[in-house]
């Protein structure tokens, strides 16, 4: 019933950019919280930014700080995620969660996950 679909990746080349999208059908997420993770091969799951729906705060991690911008268009039930000046380092498997716990880049504690889009950055 609920689904969160990303698109938007893609291959980029180093200091280049992309905007990921992530559409949330079955539900309302307004005043929860999504979020953005990434995992590249044999690596864990990491969270690199997330927003509060309803208000619109935002946090990042420290590694895309200044680079990335989440944002949300709550009408559509749709959250974005701008990446600048992209890294190599960025090259991975961005998911979308969605959570109505407490917003965190805990994994366990978000309910619903897209399948996935990938990014590949090339130096």
């Known amino acids: 019933q609920v689904q969160l679909v990303e698109s938007g990746g893609g291959s980029v080349q180093a200091g280049g950019s992309l905007r990921l999208s992530c559409a949330a059908s079955?539900?309302?997420?307004?005043?929860?919280?999504m979020a953005w993770f990434r995992q590249a091969p044999g690596k864990e799951r990491e969270g690199v930014a997330r927003?509060?729906?309803?208000?619109?705060?935002?946090y990042y991690a420290d590694s895309v700080k200044g680079r990335f911008t989440i944002s949300r268009n709550n009408a559509k039930n749709t959250v974005y995620l701008q990446m600048n000046s992209l890294k190599p380092e960025d090259t991975a498997m961005y998911y979308c969660?969605?959570?109505?716990?407490?917003?965190?880049?805990?994994?366990?504690?978000?309910?619903?996950w897209g399948q996935g889009t990938q990014v590949t950055v090339s130096s």
């Open positions: 969660a969605s959570t109505l716990r407490a917003c965190s880049f805990t994994r366990e504690r978000f309910d619903y």
């Open positions: 079955g539900y309302t997420y307004y005043t929860g919280c």
């Open positions: 927003i509060l729906t309803g208000s619109g705060n935002s």
